[in-house]
T-cell receptor, first 114, second 111 residues
Framework: SQTIHQWPATLVQPVGSPLSLECTVE??????LYWYRQAAGRGLQLLFY??????ISSEVPQNLSASRPQDRQFILSSKKLLLSDSGFYLC?????????????FGQGTRLTVV | SQQGEEDPQALSIQEGENATMNCSYK?????LQWYRQNSGRGLVHLIL?????REKHSGRLRVTLDTSKKSSSLLITASRAADTASYFC???????????FGSGTRLLVRP
C-alpha cells in the first residue's frame, strides 16, 4: 500500500535561518507531488507541484524553493526564512496520468519562524 | 487566485441535523473533490465527482455538481459530533494536474 512520510511534525526556526522539509512516498511510482501552505484557519495555498524528477512548477513568487532529487522525494527549502514563512506545510501525492486525481496528504509540518 | 471558494466559512449545527456546504470554482475542470481536515492534521479525501456527473453518494455524504454554474455542494446527513472538522473542495483544471483548494468551511457539530 502507498504511504507518505513528512517530517518534522513541528519546527521552530529563527528568522534568517535555512529550511529543509522532506517528503517521501512509498508504494507508487512517478507520482504527482505537491507542497501546500496553510495559514491558521485558512485554505491551502499551492506552492509547488511536480510531475517528474527535476520538473518543478512554482505557483507563487516567494522565499521558498522545491526540488525533486528522486522519483518519490520532494524537498521544500529556503536559504533565509522570513517571519511570513510561518505556517502549516503539507505535502501530498496523486497518481499521474489518470482521471482519478485523489490526493493523499502527509500529516504536515507546523513551522514557526521567530 | 483560489480556484474554489466555499461558503459558509463557518457552520454550527446540532447533532442529528444536516450540514450543507457550497463550493464555487472558476475554470473548466476534470473533476471536483471534497476533503476533510481535523484540526492540525493532514487532509483526508472524502469523495470525487467527475465533470460529467451531477450527483454522487457515499454513506452520509451527498455531493452535487453543476458545471453550468461552476458550483458544487456537500451535504452531510444526520451529523455527528465526530463530523466536526474543516471541509475543503478541490478542483483540477483541464489543462493541468494542479489540484487547487478552496478556503474551506469550518463545521462544528454540537452534541
Amino acid at each position: 500500500s502507498q504511504t507518505i512520510h513528512q517530517w518534522p511534525a513541528t519546527l521552530v526556526q529563527p528568522v534568517g535561518s535555512p529550511l529543509s522539509l522532506e517528503c517521501t512516498v512509498e508504494g507508487t511510482s512517478n507520482p504527482n507531488l505537491y507542497w501546500y501552505r496553510q495559514a491558521a484557519g485558512r485554505g491551502l495555498q499551492l506552492l509547488f507541484y511536480s510531475v517528474g524528477i527535476g520538473q518543478i512548477s512554482s505557483e507563487v513568487p516567494q522565499n521558498l524553493s522545491a526540488s525533486r532529487p528522486q522519483d518519490r522525494q520532494f524537498i521544500l527549502s529556503s536559504k533565509k526564512l522570513l517571519l511570513s514563512d510561518s505556517g502549516f506545510y503539507l505535502c501530498a501525492w496523486s497518481v499521474i496520468g489518470t482521471m482519478n486525481t485523489e490526493a493523499f496528504f502527509g500529516q504536515g509540518t507546523r513551522l514557526t519562524v521567530v | 487566485s483560489q480556484q474554489g471558494e466555499e461558503d459558509p466559512q463557518a457552520l454550527s449545527i446540532q447533532e442529528g441535523e444536516n450540514a450543507t456546504m457550497n463550493c464555487s470554482y472558476k475554470t473548466s475542470i476534470n473533476n471536483l473533490q471534497w476533503y476533510r481536515q481535523n484540526s492540525g492534521r493532514g487532509l483526508v479525501h472524502l469523495i470525487l465527482i467527475r465533470s460529467n456527473e451531477r450527483e454522487k453518494h457515499s454513506g452520509r455524504l451527498r455531493v452535487t455538481l453543476d458545471t453550468s454554474k461552476k458550483s458544487s455542494s456537500l451535504l452531510i446527513t444526520a451529523s455527528r459530533a465526530a463530523d466536526t472538522a474543516s471541509y475543503f473542495c478541490a478542483t483540477d483544471a483541464r489543462s493541468s494536474y494542479k489540484l487547487i483548494f478552496g478556503s474551506g468551511t469550518r463545521l462544528l457539530v454540537r452534541p
